[in-house]
Structures are given as C-alpha cells and as structure tokens.
C-alpha cells in the first residue's frame, strides 16, 4: 500500500488505514443525532462522461463496500458500462472516500452472505434463486422488480479526512 499524507504541509499526522477499517469493521457512523449519519454515496460515470452520485444503502464487509441496485437504473446502467465508481462515506470521527470498479457478483456463496449482512441491519434480503442477485419484500421504487444485481467495489484508492484532533488527510493507493 503507498500512503501520502496530504495533510503534512499543515503539519497533519498521517491516518493509520488500520483504524479507518476499524471504525469501518464497527459500523462506526457520525453521532446518532447528526443528520445523514447513514448516507452512503456513490458515484458512477454517465455514458456522456458526466458524474452521477446517488445515496445507496452501502455495507462494508471483507474489507469493503458493497451495493445493489435494478440493472435498469442509471447506476445500475452506468456501472455495467464503465465499472469505474467511487464511494463516500462519514463516519465516526472521519470521511471516507473509496475509489475502485464495481464488480457484478453472481456466486451464491458471496450474495447469500452479503443479503445475511443486510437483514442483520433490518433491510430482510436473501439471495435470489436464480443466483444472480438479491431480492426482499421492498427496495426503493427506482430499483425496478427483483432480483437486483449485487456489486463488491474492489478498491484502487482511498482519501480519508479526520474530522478530530489532531486531524489528518491521507490518500491510499492499494
């Protein structure tokens, strides 16, 4: 892993990535009162070169994010013709910002234990049994019928922001 402290002319310490993934591990998010203390966002390249960002129900597991979504969404659209995307998230003390390709994932083995993930935070998914996604008695309207396709971001970079003292502003490259 290359790590640059961006923070260093501001005589910022660098992040430790270990503790990022630890709060990551925890479900670590901003004070239960802060507003969008859950939001994950993603963003995706339209087929014009523009960027779209749109909130997902993001989970982090086995070292990182994963989503679902219709394949007739934009994301959905976007991602299965340009798999590049990056993904930001706040939490407890830090931001976090991912950058890497959405990966399709069909494998029974990995949609089952990524719907487990998502049930076991109140959201009833189970994998499908055509094993090429997910399905649940509700999703957003804009997902269109299941079963929604199931994307692991592998991940090229990361830019973590502290928010507490000392701070800090360090970039990842994996």
Known sequence: MEITNLGKADGLPPVEWAAVVEKLDGGSAPTPNAVNSR????????DDGSPHVTAVGALWLDGTFWFQTGPGTRKGRNVARDPRCSIAVSIHDADVVVEGDAVRMTQRGALTRIAKAWADQGWPAEADDSGQGITAPFNAPSQ???????????????IVTMTAEPGGLT????
């Open 144 to 158: 269109g019928p299941p079963p929604w396709n199931v994307y692991r971001i592998e991940p090229r970079s990361a």
């Open 171 to 174: 970039r990842f490259r994996f």
């Open 39 to 46: 939001t994950t966002w993603l963003s995706t390249i339209n």
